[in-house]
């Protein structure tokens, strides 16, 4: 039987499997971290960005989705959060919006700022945007300070339902050790796929050599900060609600969401074991460059177990520290059951879209990327 | 008390945001048109000239289609960081169209644009055909899915108020759907893309032919444009006809605006300027039918009846229902667990005047009156620029079939006068669209004050200088590397 709630925990599913495809995605972003860094030759600079330039739009395309199937599922997020922590997403998309243009910008006659500066761009997309969307997915887990009263609306001169509880915006986000954690937890995730991603689609031995290189110290950094992250998850204080909707606090909550859901304790174990494999072998073999195949679908795993365990088990999944009773659940924060219903029959299009792109991506990329090519055919 | 200065900046943020992402949508809607039927021809016939002349066009078609992207994202998530309370009261109808349109439409361009331009060593000649077609059919279904969105603004259907949850809540998709706003809508914007395509086409081409350069190019360009333009310009007028009909209908007070028409009835007649006017024709335009009575801005103010018998309430009398309906709603949810009896009542009295209910927020009934002057010369301009861009593209075409077009050379200067011509068109549409329609995000349901975010007037002034200042420097450099790719020319004259 489909009911409403089933249908608020199959959207949930839905939100974290495009957070998991997102952050997989990411490597966009983390190879373009890895311009200035990896790539000592203008040669190589230049096949650093035509590689991920031939995937960037699907990493973009993945954040609109993810936020619109945000807002047409659980929409109270998307008027508490955005409007609330406004400076972290104007921030989060000015950075992607540089990024947008400075592809096609890049080396092209006329581009008034240079090759350098676009570059520049990519790079700082490629730090911030990984950076503060890990912070912000952070509060999470840790609160944000915003009052919610839907009563509101009927108050002539001041309508407003969601209101953030300080003059910061957001960005008071960083002050809290554990957000900004998770952020250098998954920016080093990312330059690390990034890393992966390089060493599969371009061919060039010295590019990959430099790459192997930075593999190994932004996992190692990944490794550290994956391990402090784990360690707050299971000590720390988190934000439970009861059969009446009433959000407590309860110690070690995420642990015990872990613990009451065999399937996604499982989720992430193979997921972290996948990622971890992925890289090992890639460090260990010099002749093997399939590891982002197997990272990807680890990261994609571990990702999604993240989000059902503040998702699901009674959890407040964007709890806010100002307010418990304004925090936001899956239940309290979706949309309507006749809404999530016809979202749902739309969503069996999913598989079919994931197909395409997966056939795409194979055609595209039967061949890894030389300079060769890009001197002769179409090029950033 | 909502600041006006906050209402005021977060408006023209988003009015901003939304004329630049059109500064760059039409011409992909329209341009991919043309290049993938050149690309067609090249596919049919097999000669290089028409790879090169596709190639050529998709240059400048990726130039452009990168900001469209850069300034769209933005709109996406600006209806939650700047108009949050309009996403948690409507997001339940709102939200489904956008996210349909990332999964249905921006992955197929995503992907198809890719394999187009990328692609033409690593597929067959006709699946880089199909991949061409594919990215501008995703960028029409997006079309489709972002103005069923936008109609429900202008005319909304296929919901019902929910108090308990405090929004309005979907009860028929495909009312959503098929909402006759949206078609009609759907094909004028799509079409005045193809108007826009043909025009950027022809100028561009016509320059050539002003320098003797690159001769067989801009003739077969020319050729496929014009006629790519005048299809568009039909089903622009076609579709226009049925949105002035359905204007009429839904939103009285924009089509009073736009035509600056105070006191109106049967037989109105159509301002072509201030004091020129044509009998008759406004209520053929309104209600195909010369007979047919069309309110002006203080018949709609005071209420009117129309000539088969039926009452339109005043401005107060929609105010005083307004705060009817508001009182109800607080009083239902102050009541809803102490006293459901009393409860029940006010949702009875809600229920009744819900439909009223943005009007409880209504200040004074001039408030209702959308700034007359804007829509009424926006109107005119892009009537008047639509009608000039037919007649000229009619004569273009006539002159390249005749082999005198190189010899024209006035007709040449003002093929390139028509670029700019087409963009206005297109902005002058906009403004009658989204301007009209004030002071409502949510016609009669929510006023754009009571849609904000809590947020300071600061941080929304600095985010608009700071989209003005990205956006700004984008179309600059958008222009200046168009302009050194169309003077580097497409290099087919070996051919």
Redesign the interface.
Known sequence: MITYEFLQHYWWLLIALLGGLLVFLLFVQGGNLLIFLAGKSEEERQLIVNSTGRKWELTFTTLVTFGGAFFASFPLFYSTSFGGAYWVWVLILITFVLQAVSYEFQRKAGNLLGTRTFRIFLTLNGCLAPLLIGTAVGTFFTGSAFYVDKSAVGHIAAPVISRWANEWHGLEAVTNAFNVEFGLMVLFLTTSLGALYLINNIASESLAKSLRRYLAIFFALFLVMFLVVCYHLITMEGFAVDAAGEVYMEKGKYFANLLAMPAVLTMLLVGAVLLVLGVVFTLLKSEFTRGIWLSAPGTVLAVMALFLIVGYNNTAYYPSTADLASSLTIANSSSSEFTLRTMAVVSLIIPFVVAYIAYFWRQMDRNSLTTEEINEGESY | ??ETALVDWSRLQFALTAAYHWLFVPLTLGLAVVMATMESVYVATGDEFWKRTTKFWMKLF??N???G??????L??E???????????V??????P???????A??I???????M???????SKRFHLASTWLTGIGAAISAVWILVANSWMQNPVGMEF?PD???H???D?WALVLNPVAVSKFFHSVFSGWMTGAIFVIGISCWYLLKGRERRFALSSIRVAAIVGIIGTFAVMLSGDSSGVQVAKYQPMKLAAAEGLEDGGTRAGFSIVPGVEVPGVLSILATHDIDGYVPGINNILEGYTTPDGERHLSAEEKMERGDIA??A??DY??LRESDPAAAAEARALLDENVEYFGY??IDSKEELVPPVGLVYWAFRVMVGIGGLLLLFMVVVLWAERKGRLEGMRPLLWAALLAIPLVYIAGQAGWIVAEVGRQPWVIDGLLPVK?A?????VA?VQT?FW?FVA?FT??L??EL??M???IN?GPKTENE
């Not at chain 2, 997001?91 to 489904?96: E, K, P, R, S, V």
């Not at chain 2, 361009?109 to 394999?115: G, L, N």
């Not at chain 2, 331009?117 to 597929?123: D, I, M, P």
């Open positions: 008390m909502v990726a130039i289609f990168t900001v992207i850069a300034t769209g994202i933005i996406e998530f209806f939650g960081t700047n108009w949050s309370n309009y996403s948690w009261f997001g339940d109808i709102f939200g489904a956008l996210a349909i349109e990332g999964i249905f921006f992955f361009e995503a992907t198809f644009f890719a394999v331009f990328f692609g033409w060593e690593k597929v929910n949850t405090v929004r809540e979907m009860v998709f508001l009182k709603f607080s949810r102050a409880g927020y009571a904000v975010s809590s947020v300071s941080a985010t700071l990205i420097l984008f600059v450099i200046r590397i302009f050194k790719a580097e």
